[in-house]
C-alpha cells in the first residue's frame, strides 16, 4: 500500500473515532457528579480526556473497544497500568473506586459489556509464533513490543488515535483474559488499523495457536519491560575550584560538548530576593535545540526537566555541582521510550560534571 | 488463576514504586486563559511565581499539535531560601515547577509530586513540608482541572 493511501487510512479512522465519541459525548445520560465521574476526572482524564476522547491515552469512548473487553480488562488495566507505556497503575485506589472508574468508562457508550468465557484457549504457541510473525509483527513488532514509540502515548503525532499496543506487557497480559485477545483477533477493531483475523482468512484453530503465543509472552523474560528507579536520583560532584571558577568549567563544560548555556541565574530568581545575603547558589541551563526536541518528541513532561539543569553550591565550605539523575526519568514517566534519551542525557551531564571538577 | 494472582503481586510490588510520581490534570480552560489562572492559584496559597519558561521550541514544527508549552516555578522565598541551604541536594528539584501544554483548545498541567520528593529526601524535617507542598500542588491544579 502506497504512503499517501496508509496516510488517508488513518485520517479517515481518525476522523470516523473522533465522530463516534462525539457522539457517545452528547447522547449518553451519564451522571456527571457520580462518584466515577469524580474518579475518572482526577485519575484519568489527563490522559484519556474528558469524556473518554483520547489525547495523550488511547480514546476509551469507542463502542467497538467497550463492545469487546469485558469491566474485569478495565479494572486491571487501571490497577495495574502498563509498565514502561505511560499508563501507571493504581495500586492506591481502593476496589470500590477502580470499580466506580470502570463503570463510568463503560458508560461512555451504550455497549453492553460482552460476556466472557473464563476458559483458557488451547493452541500450538508454535505454530502462533509462525502466524504471528505473518499477520501481527509488523504493527505490534516481533516479540510483541508494540507499535513504535511508546504505543498510544506523547510519542505519536496526536492524529493518529491508536497505535499497536505492546503484547507482551505484564499490565496487558494481567488485564485480558484469552478470551479477549481471541476475540480481537478474530473479529478485530473497528475503526483502528486492528484488522479481522478471521477475515484475513485465518481459521479459528489457527487463531487459538496466536493467542496461546501471545500468553507465552508471560513466560520469556526477554523484551520485557522492567522499571526500576536508579540508586541515585541526584549526581553530585565536589570541586576542587573556588566557586567562581567552578561555574566557569561548568560553561566551558557545556561547550566542549557541543551545547550552550541557555540560561543562568541565582537558584529561585524571581522568587527569592536576590539582595538577601551573599547567596552562593548558582544554576546554569542548558541544551541544544536537537536535544530538547527529541526530549520532548519522546515526552513532552521532559519539559519538567529541559534544557538541563546544573547547579553550583557553597556549602559547609565546600563546592559541589548537582543535576537530577536522568536514569530516573523512565521510572518517573513510566515511558521506556525515554530509556536511550535518558542514557544519553545522564551521559552527558556526567561528562560536563566530571570535566568542569577535574 | 494462580498464574494470574503472581502476575499481579508481581506487578503490584513493582508498580508501588512509582505510581503517582506525577500529578497531571486536564483543564478544559484554553492555554492562554490555563497559564494566567495557574499563576492566580498558586498565589492564593502564598507562593510567589517566577516568569513562566518557554519550553515548546520546535515541537510543532516535529509534527504535535500542541499549541503552547511553559513551565512555572513557584515557591515562598523563605522556604526555598532555607531548604536550598540546608539541603544542597535538593536544588535540582527547587524551585518546584509546574508545566502547562495546550492540547487541542484545552491544558495539561504536569508536576512532580513532592511526595516523591519526600522518598527521595527522607529526612524527617522534609516530610511535612512536602506533605503540605503536596496538599497545596492538589488543590492548586484541582481547582485548575475545575475551572470553566
Not at chain 1, 311 to 326: D, F, Y
Amino acid at each position: 500500500m502506497k504512503p499517501a493511501l496508509v496516510l488517508l487510512c488513518v485520517v479517515v479512522l481518525s476522523l470516523s473515532a473522533c465522530a463516534q465519541v462525539e457522539r457517545a459525548e452528547t447522547t449518553s445520560d451519564r451522571d456527571e457528579d457520580a462518584t466515577g465521574a469524580r474518579l475518572y476526572a482526577q485519575h484519568c482524564s489527563a490522559c484519556h480526556g474528558n469524556y473518554g476522547r483520547g489525547g495523550v491515552g488511547v480514546p476509551l469512548a469507542l463502542e467497538d473497544f467497550l463492545g469487546s473487553v469485558n469491566n474485569q480488562y478495565i479494572s486491571r488495566t487501571i490497577r495495574l497500568g502498563r509498565p514502561g507505556r505511560v499508563m501507571p497503575p493504581f495500586p492506591r485506589l481502593t476496589d470500590q473506586e477502580v470499580q466506580e472508574i470502570t463503570e463510568y468508562v463503560r458508560s461512555f457508550h451504550w455497549a453492553d459489556e460482552p460476556i466472557f468465557s473464563s476458559e483458557p484457549v488451547e493452541g500450538d504457541p508454535e505454530l502462533g509464533a509462525k502466524l504471528f510473525i505473518a499477520f501481527c509483527a509488523r504493527c505490534h513488532g516481533a516479540n510483541g513490543e508494540g507499535g513504535a514509540g511508546t504505543g498510544v502515548s506523547f510519542s505519536r503525532p496526536t492524529f493518529i488515535p491508536i497505535l499497536a499496543p505492546a503484547l507482551n506487557n505484564a499490565g496487558y497480559l494481567a488485564s485480558a483474559t484469552d478470551q479477549v485477545i481471541k476475540r480481537s483477533l478474530t473479529l478485530g477493531r473497528e475503526r483502528t488499523p486492528m484488522r479481522s483475523l478471521s477475515a484475513m482468512g485465518l481459521r479459528e484453530q489457527n487463531i487459538n495457536d496466536l493467542v496461546s503465543y501471545i500468553r507465552s509472552f508471560e513466560t520469556l523474560s526477554a523484551d520485557r519491560v522492567v522499571m526500576k528507579r536508579p540508586a541515585n536520583a541526584v549526581l553530585v560532584r565536589q570541586s576542587p575550584y573556588s566557586y567562581e571558577q567552578t561555574i566557569e568549567n561548568i560553561k566551558q563544560a557545556v561547550a566542549n560538548n557541543g551545547l550552550s548555556v541557555v540560561r543562568e541565574e541565582l537558584l529561585g530568581e524571581g522568587i527569592v530576593d536576590p539582595g538577601e545575603g551573599e547567596r552562593k547558589q548558582h544554576v546554569i541551563y542548558f541544551g541544544s535545540l536537537q536535544m530538547i526536541s527529541d526530549g520532548l518528541a519522546h515526552d513532552p513532561r521532559m519539559g519538567l526537566f529541559l534544557p538541563g539543569k546544573i547547579t553550583i553550591v557553597e556549602h559547609a565550605g565546600k563546592i559541589k555541582v548537582l543535576a537530577s539523575n536522568p536514569e530516573q526519568y523512565t521510572t518517573l514517566f513510566n515511558n521506556i521510550a525515554l530509556s536511550d534519551f535518558a542514557t544519553m542525557l545522564h551521559e552527558i551531564y556526567q561528562t560536563i560534571l566530571a570535566e568542569a571538577t577535574s | 488463576m494462580t498464574r494470574w494472582l503472581m502476575a499481579v503481586l508481581l506487578l503490584m510490588v513493582s508498580g508501588s514504586l512509582w505510581a503517582s510520581d506525577l500529578l497531571m490534570v486536564r483543564s478544559q480552560l484554553a492555554f492562554a486563559e490555563a497559564q494566567p489562572r495557574l499563576e492566580e492559584e498558586i498565589n492564593a496559597l502564598g507562593y510567589f511565581t517566577a516568569n513562566a519558561r518557554r519550553v515548546d521550541i520546535d515541537l510543532v514544527g516535529a509534527g504535535f499539535a500542541r499549541d503552547a508549552h511553559r513551565s512555572i516555578t513557584y515557591g515562598k522565598p523563605d522556604e526555598i531560601k532555607t531548604l536550598s541551604e540546608r539541603y544542597p541536594e535538593l536544588t535540582p528539584f527547587l524551585p518546584p515547577q509546574i508545566a502547562i501544554i495546550g492540547e487541542r483548545g484545552e491544558s495539561l498541567l504536569v508536576a512532580l509530586n513532592p511526595l516523591y520528593l519526600a522518598e527521595i529526601f527522607p529526612h524527617s524535617e522534609l516530610a511535612d513540608i512536602f506533605e503540605r507542598w503536596h496538599r497545596d500542588l492538589q488543590t492548586i491544579l484541582e481547582n485548575i482541572r475545575d475551572a470553566r
